[in-house]
């Protein structure tokens, strides 16, 4: 009958068009998160411009961190191989349009439906959404391009308040850059997808050293103490 030609018909169709479209978007992945690499490691994606600056001392401070900056400039300083502790105390809620969040991140169980599409465009597919993402820019360029820490921060209190604590080893010497992790445009306005983002945090860094005692409290909580 006329469904038994049809019908084949209909599915080769179907499959003819699934074998032209899932090579043209998997090309499409490709380039987006090739040019995106490239841009993040560059300074194309972010970049301070500031100057750089000298390593600074055991205990850096800085106030007013904005989860809707792509490239939130810290005035903070590294030294490649060295040990660092860094503290966020949130200062207004985080949230990433209507999902509340906080400096640990959310997975896309939390996502809408079009979650799904903008994680091929968020900046670490590894790291979860909103968590703070460490960026060092270097003093001249290499080609391994600036490296970027995601901050596994874990929650932790001193009397009433609440703080965000994470531990990274710099990768480079050179100045540090925050941003949360979210989706980032391959080309045009890189503040696109941070837009409607909010929340904020002071943020304090020192450095510190691993010889296999048992973490201290961080020195950036003293003054909370006193």
Known sequence: GVKWKVVPNAVGIVLLLCGVAVPL??????????????????QAACSSAEPMQPAGGPLQRATGFDTRSPCWATGFAVT???HYRIVFAVTAPWRDSTIAADPRGFGLERMPASGFVATVLRRSITDPWLRPMLKIEMPSKSLL????????VVETSSGS???????????????????VND???????????????AGGADVCMEQIVRDGRPPRQPSCLDPVQR
């Open 183 to 197: 989706a980032l445009k391959p080309a045009g306005d890189k503040e696109y997808f941070y837009a409607n983002n």
């Open 80 to 82: 490649r191989g060295r």
């Open 161 to 179: 308040a609440t703080y965000y604590v994470a531990e990274f080893e710099a990768g480079e010497d050179g100045n540090v850059v925050l941003f």
């Open 145 to 152: 391009g600036s490296p970027i820490h995601g901050l596994n």
């Open 25 to 42: 978007l998997a090309a499409w992945l490709v380039y987006v998160r090739t040019e995106m690499a490239f841009a993040e490691h560059s």
